[in-house]
């Protein structure tokens, strides 16, 4: 086998780093605690650092070959985090023109149960509550910032399930062969005419929908959701109202991430997203709509498998490089536009209500801070 590590790993999750043969920091462990890495010459965490999609050794060994059913030997690529694979295999694809990409112009935005935010840029950028800059963190020769959203896909559901129509709505979406969200997209829209104006369900609810801590780009742990405007229904078209403004509290969260990176030298003018949540039609528009970016889907539905795959075919020698496999196996496909400057100015109006939430979430806890907890 091969203990060889891989640059995004080690940098972006352990602190190695790798510009200007910067290395480990025997510094920096020996101030956390962690001197036995310095003494042991860093042989546990690793001590030749490559390259994603870099081939290991001799490839796959015969006991793991046996274990997965394939040929010894097969070319095994170092590796990229998930999400990271999911950025390589989202943020380099060709556009409609067939042209190749900057990727340096693009932001990809990963959601699952919680979110990445992701931009690179050929020179190093500091932006306060946003991870890195890490050198070669994702796409090789680039500096990768990295932003998230602690509670994303797990804030709506949980947002859904604490509702009281949840189990209404679940067995009418079942008779309709639909899932939940499905399901209440496509009434959301037909009641509204239009996924732009989907928003607008929203008027009077309000989700600071931050269950877990804010990741980005306020770094606060403890900071948790507030929601105002709740009522008594119980409804399918209650729940309807809370879904569209729990997509509006986290398209307000992401909006602040992106302001945070433009401020600090860190800019984009499209979003790529990947993850369960991009192939929604309403999720993408109001990401649109709010950030101001257009927002486009790559053509596959799994960029994080496309993009192991991408490692797998550098290792393996069909294609030379990262940036080349990007720009050769992968393409973007559709893509949602900002709408019309009332919706603009409605999310505008609307943002101002999600600051209030978020001084509420801090001065309570201001208030309550000296109280023991029970």
Same mark, same amino acid.
């Given at each position: 086998?091969?203990?060889?590590?891989?640059?995004?790993?080690?940098?972006?999750?352990?602190?190695?780093?790798?510009?200007?043969?910067?290395?480990?920091?025997?510094?920096?462990?020996?101030?956390?605690?962690?001197?036995?890495?310095? !003494? #042991?010459?860093?042989?546990?965490?690793?001590?030749?650092?490559?390259?994603?999609?870099?081939?290991?050794?001799?490839?796959?060994?015969?006991?793991?070959?046996?274990?997965?059913?394939?040929?010894?030997?097969?070319?095994?690529?170092?590796?990229?985090?998930?999400?990271?694979? %999911?950025?390589?295999?989202?943020?380099?694809?060709?556009? !409609?023109?067939?042209?190749?990409?900057?990727?340096?112009?693009?932001?990809?935005?990963?959601?699952?149960?919680?979110?990445?935010?992701?931009?690179?840029?050929?020179?190093?950028?500091?932006?306060?509550?946003?991870?890195?800059?890490?050198?070669?963190?994702?796409?090789?020769?680039?500096?990768? !910032?990295? %932003? %998230?959203?602690?509670?994303?896909?797990?804030?709506?559901?949980?947002? +859904?399930?604490?509702?009281?129509?949840?189990?209404?709505?679940?067995?009418?979406?079942?008779?309709?062969?639909?899932?939940?969200?499905?399901?209440?997209?496509?009434?959301?829209?037909?009641?509204?005419?239009?996924?732009?104006?989907?928003? +607008?369900?929203?008027?009077?609810?309000?989700?600071?929908? #931050?269950?877990?801590? !804010?990741?980005?780009?306020?770094?606060?742990?403890?900071?948790?959701?507030?929601?105002?405007?709740?009522?008594?229904?119980?409804?399918?078209?209650?729940?309807?109202?809370?879904?569209?403004?729990?997509?509006?509290?986290?398209?307000?969260?992401?909006?602040?991430?992106?302001?945070?990176?433009?401020?600090?030298?860190?800019?984009?003018?499209?979003?790529?997203?990947?993850?369960?949540?991009?192939?929604?039609?309403?999720?993408?528009?109001?990401?649109?709509?709010?950030? %101001?970016?257009?927002?486009?889907?790559?053509?596959?539905?799994?960029?994080?498998?496309?993009?192991?795959?991408?490692?797998?075919?550098?290792?393996?020698?069909?294609?030379?490089?990262?940036?080349?496999?990007?720009?050769?196996?992968?393409?973007?496909?559709?893509?949602? #536009?900002?709408?019309?400057?009332?919706?603009?100015?409605?999310?505008?109006?609307?943002?101002?209500?999600?600051? +209030?939430?978020?001084?509420?979430?801090?001065?309570?806890?201001?208030?309550?801070?000296?109280?023991?907890?029970?």
């Amino acid at each position: 086998g091969s203990l060889q590590r891989s640059t995004c790993t080690v940098t972006c999750k352990w602190n190695y780093l790798a510009h200007d043969g910067g290395g480990w920091s025997a510094q920096f462990f020996k101030r956390i605690g962690l001197s036995d890495f310095v !003494n #042991e010459s860093y042989a546990r965490i690793g001590t030749e650092i490559v390259a994603p999609g870099t081939r290991l050794g001799t490839g796959l060994t015969r006991a793991a070959a046996a274990e997965f059913g394939l040929a010894p030997g097969i070319p095994v690529g170092a590796s990229l985090i998930d999400a990271h694979a %999911g950025g390589i295999g989202a943020i380099g694809g060709r556009d !409609n023109s067939g042209g190749a990409s900057d990727v340096s112009d693009r932001l990809a935005y990963i959601m699952g149960t919680s979110a990445c935010i992701m931009a690179t840029t050929r020179e190093p950028c500091f932006v306060p509550g946003v991870w890195g800059p890490y050198y070669s963190g994702m796409v090789p020769e680039f500096w990768l !910032n990295e %932003g %998230g959203q602690s509670a994303a896909g797990a804030a709506i559901d949980h947002l +859904l399930k604490s509702h009281p129509g949840h189990a209404e709505a679940s067995a009418a979406a079942r008779s309709e062969g639909l899932d939940l969200i499905d399901f209440l997209e496509r009434r959301i829209i037909a009641r509204a005419g239009s996924a732009s104006r989907a928003a +607008l369900l929203a008027r009077d609810v309000h989700v600071l929908p #931050e269950f877990i801590g !804010n990741r980005s780009p306020y770094a606060d742990p403890d900071t948790r959701a507030v929601i105002a405007g709740l009522d008594l229904d119980t409804d399918i078209a209650s729940m309807e109202r809370l879904f569209v403004a729990g997509l509006c509290g986290l398209a307000y969260g992401l909006a602040e991430v992106i302001e945070a990176f433009a401020a600090h030298g860190v800019r984009s003018s499209i979003m790529i997203m990947g993850g369960g949540a991009s192939r929604s039609p309403l999720v993408r528009q109001i990401m649109a709509d709010t950030t %101001g970016l257009a927002v486009a889907l790559p053509q596959t539905r799994e960029p994080v498998l496309l993009g192991a795959a991408m490692l797998g075919a550098v290792a393996g020698g069909a294609y030379a490089s990262i940036g080349e496999t990007m720009a050769k196996m992968s393409a973007l496909g559709r893509k949602s #536009e900002p709408t019309a400057p009332d919706m603009a100015a409605f999310h505008t109006r609307k943002r101002e209500v999600y600051k +209030l939430l978020r001084e509420v979430d801090r001065g309570s806890r201001a208030t309550m801070r000296d109280i023991a907890r029970g």
